[in-house]
């Protein structure tokens, strides 16, 4: 069974720093696109930032120049570093992907379970 697991998050100051964790596990082949998601209570899904497996990266323009994603092929792992933190950030953060099985070769798109970003003025 693929999952994956999301580490990170809490409280945090504005200006201040948080680092997510992501790590996909279970029966994998490969990993192709890596994204960081965020939602607010009341409001749509947005994308944050996106990483092709090549390393080639977008960002959403609110988040340009202090946030950075990032991943390690060999452990199957994205990351996101939030940096120069705004209360606007708050919000819950999921982790994305489509993963292809090992086990039976098919494509997924999978969803972490969400973690609580919130930064307090």
């Known amino acids: 069974q693929v999952q994956l697991v999301e580490s990170g998050g809490g409280l945090v100051q504005a200006g201040g720093s948080l680092r997510l964790s992501c790590a996909a596990s279970g029966s994998i082949f490969s990993i192709g696109n890596m994204n960081w998601y965020r939602q607010a209570p009341g409001k749509q899904r947005e994308l944050v930032a996106s990483i092709g497996r090549g390393g080639n990266t977008n960002y959403a323009d609110s988040v340009k120049g202090r946030f950075t994603i990032s991943r390690d092929n060999a452990k199957n792992t994205v990351y996101l570093q939030m940096n120069s933190l705004k209360p606007e950030d708050t919000a819950v953060y999921y982790c994305?992907?489509?993963?292809?099985?090992?086990?039976?070769?098919?494509?997924?798109?999978?969803w972490g379970q969400g973690t609580q970003v919130t930064v307090s003025s």
């Open positions: 994305n992907a489509n993963i292809r099985e090992g086990r039976n070769n098919l494509l997924r798109n999978n």
